[in-house]
């Protein structure tokens, strides 16, 4: 195989391991492009959310984790690699430079991308060590973005932000439409949220999960979020890039924190609605913009790691185009 080839090669195989990033609703907003010598990643304004994320905010986050999830991938092939992202028509292009021995770190990080899962259920009784935290602080940091560990009264605040958030929701006719369409059943299209992966009930917690409405067939588990961790993830700007680069941040923080047997749940419909959004602002001492809270909490070992949600094909995310 020449070179060319085995560029060609690790592009489409970057571009497969991206398929399973997280993305709000599981909506895969995003499609790869391989040309020769460079991987370009564009959002798909058919799979997103119009209602909930009209300015297309978690769209470009959810391309963000995509993003970073190729950059894994080629890592794990020893591919050193450069990343522009105009942000625009397309929003990245990654082009590899050259390839080297592949390190141990790059290794686990692909392990931890095959395992990474969206637990939706609830946390143990034991907290996140605190040089865990700040490891997963410092990580997300590396990627461009923040990570704001909230202390005990914005908890508080963030729960009652949670709720005013999915009160708005639960009142807009479209939204809960919209909603209904991507979560519930077995989702054989290859996309949204399946029953398998949502609890009986909405656990009983200070942070309330969002409620979609739908009932799951997970056990929520018999504990509270007393012990889990909760901060929001920011940045200083507001940007189509800086929503991109957040994406970035969110991929790495979750495999950072899946390494530490850590939970990640993002909550992100405190940033959906805009009075909440300043909410949480105002928690940043309005210093940055925020695009995410996050619960990290201790994984149960009596549990079993959920379901994998649907995916859709390659063949409908990744086109190849010859030379």
Not at 19 to 41: C, K, M, Y
Not at 283 to 296: E, K, Q, S
Request: proline share 7%; charged share 25%; aromatic share 4%.
């Amino acid at each position: 195989m020449n070179h060319t080839d085995e560029v060609k090669r690790a592009l489409v195989q970057a571009a497969d391991a991206a398929r399973f990033a997280p993305s709000i609703h599981n909506t895969q907003p995003w499609r790869w492009v391989v040309r020769e010598g460079r991987l370009e990643l564009f959002g798909v304004s058919e799979r997103q959310l119009r209602e909930q994320d009209p300015e297309g905010r978690m769209l470009l986050l959810s391309c963000g984790t995509a993003l970073h999830h190729a950059q894994v991938a080629l890592e794990a092939e020893g591919w050193r690699h450069e990343v522009d992202r105009p942000a625009g028509e397309p929003l990245a292009v990654i082009r590899p430079v050259e390839q080297e021995p592949v390190s141990p770190e790059a290794t686990r990080h692909f392990q931890m991308l095959q395992v990474r899962r969206t637990d939706r259920r609830t946390v143990t009784d034991e907290r996140v060590p605190e040089d865990t935290l700040r490891h997963l602080v410092k990580v997300t940091e590396e990627t461009g973005a923040r990570m704001h560990v909230l202390g005990r009264d914005q908890v508080i605040a963030l729960a009652v932000a949670v709720d005013r958030a999915q009160h708005a929701e639960d009142t807009d006719d479209r939204m809960k439409a919209e909603t209904a369409t991507w979560v519930g059943g077995e989702r054989l299209d290859g996309t949204g949220i399946p029953a398998s992966a949502l609890p009986e009930e909405v656990p009983l917690t200070t942070v309330a999960e969002r409620d979609f409405q739908v009932k799951g067939t997970l056990d929520a588990g018999d504990g509270h979020d007393r012990a889990a961790v909760y901060a929001v993830l920011y940045g200083e700007g507001d940007g189509a890039e800086d929503w991109l680069r957040a994406g970035e941040a969110l991929s790495r923080l979750w495999l950072a924190a899946t390494e530490q047997a850590v939970s990640v749940l993002p909550l992100s419909s405190p940033v959906e609605i805009p009075f909440t959004r300043q909410t949480l602002r105002r928690m940043l001492g309005d210093v940055g913009f925020p695009y995410l809270a996050v619960r990290l909490g201790t994984l149960d070992p009596a549990h079993s790691a959920p379901p994998k949600t649907p995916r859709l094909p390659a063949g409908q995310v990744i086109d190849v185009v010859p030379g």
